[in-house]
């Protein structure tokens, strides 16, 4: 059984800090581009940021590039993400997602295969 776990959500104050954790386990054969994605109340579920395999090559939503940064354990299939600088707007439950790729990080929520449960952030003002 495929399980991604995601855990470090939490309540903090603008400009504050969370580490994510994603911990990946029963995936298929085979080598995969771990990511994250968000989605706040009545709204889209969005990308936020992605890593290869080999953790050579990462991708970020505009809205993210330089406050959170995106890496990847690919020995234990553990993917994390520091947020800082933290904004209310950032608050969302967000999910880890796991799809077989060897080619370019994808960005659209129907690319990925495989889904964690979510992890609350609630960022206050």
């Known amino acids: 059984q495929v399980q991604l776990v995601e855990s470090g959500g939490g309540l903090v104050q603008a400009g504050g800090s969370l580490r994510l954790s994603c911990a990946a386990s029963g995936l298929p054969f085979g080598v995969y581009v771990l990511g994250w994605f968000r989605q706040a109340p009545g709204k889209e579920r969005e990308f936020v940021a992605a890593v290869s395999w080999s953790g050579g090559s990462t991708a970020y939503a505009d809205s993210v590039k330089g406050r959170f940064t995106i890496s990847r354990n690919s020995v234990r299939n553990t993917v994390y993400l520091q947020m800082n600088s933290l904004k209310p707007e950032d608050t969302a439950v967000y999910y880890c997602?796991?799809?077989?790729?060897?080619?370019?990080?994808?960005?659209?929520?129907?690319?990925?295969?495989?889904w964690g449960q979510g992890t609350q952030v609630t960022v206050s003002s």
């Open positions: 997602a796991a799809e077989r790729n060897l080619g370019p990080i994808r960005v659209a929520v129907p690319d990925y295969d495989y």
